[in-house]
């Protein structure tokens, strides 16, 4: 089954513990995504990654960092979190970059930061 | 930059009524893609519906379609025949045309309640 996968999908931690979100797809897809959620206001861009090795900021970048080591992983690093980053998380990913692209997401990742 | 609202942050419709949820965008740009996706409780991102914008004619799916008036920049979205199963968080969202990469723009979402 096609499929984006994030885990864990629950996480509560303390501020500056470091924690890793990792983020796996089985489509062959070159482009990965990372947003984050809030309340009032929508879904916004983390981070993302056209393919392996090619990372760059989206709109919310700060206190986040990525990698894309593998074409199908795309793990999202707090280095250390704090409480505004408490959030849901979401990967997506699709073919390339492309506008004209579906994005596939993941199930999300309910953060808590205290 | 673009933005995008959607000014209805609850609505409710009676099972098996219509029900048109609002969008408005603002961009300079003349081309660009627009979606309504669906969140239910299970918090999973679903693809309701896509418009391209130099597409005069509006999409549809099944008992979902769009009012797009490019002009007026708007994009709302009509469920016919509500289900229980279309209660959920509906967001709108806009994606630049030639904005390789770039994500989308995503509105604040409507919560929508279906009333047996």
């Known amino acids: 089954e096609a499929q984006v996968t994030q885990n864990p999908r629950y996480l509560i931690t303390v501020t500056g513990k470091k924690l890793t979100v990792t983020c796996s797809q089985n489509?062959?897809?070159?482009?990965m995504s990372w947003y984050r959620q809030d309340p009032g206001l929508g879904l916004r861009q983390i981070y993302y990654?056209?393919?392996?090795?090619?990372?760059d900021k989206g709109d919310v970048p700060e206190g986040y960092k990525v990698s894309r080591k593998e074409k199908r992983n795309f793990p999202l690093i707090l280095e250390s979190p704090s409480p505004n980053q408490t959030s849901l998380y979401f990967c997506?990913?699709?073919?390339?970059?492309?506008?004209?692209?579906?994005?596939?997401f993941g199930p999300g990742t309910r953060l808590t930061v205290l | 930059a673009q933005t995008v609202t959607q000014s209805q942050p609850e609505m409710s419709v009676q099972e098996a009524e219509t029900v048109t949820l609002s969008c408005t965008y603002d961009?300079?740009?003349?081309?660009?893609?627009l979606f309504w996706y669906k969140q239910p409780p299970s918090r999973q991102m679903i693809l309701v519906i896509r418009?391209?914008?130099?597409?005069?004619q509006n999409a549809t799916e099944n008992r979902f379609s769009v009012n797009f008036q490019k002009a007026a920049k708007s994009f709302s979205l009509k469920i016919s025949d509500s289900q229980l199963g279309d209660a959920a968080m509906y967001f709108c969202?806009?994606?630049?045309?030639?904005?390789?990469?770039?994500?989308?723009?995503f509105g604040p979402g409507t919560r929508l309640s279906v009333l047996p």
């Open positions: 997506a990913s699709s073919f390339t970059g492309a506008s004209t692209d579906t994005q596939y």
């Open positions: 489509m062959n897809h070159e482009y």
């Open positions: 990654s056209m393919n392996v090795e090619v990372t």
């Open positions: 961009t300079s740009e003349s081309d660009y893609y």
């Open positions: 418009q391209e914008a130099y597409k005069q």
């Open positions: 969202a806009y994606r630049s045309f030639d904005n390789y990469g770039q994500n989308f723009v």
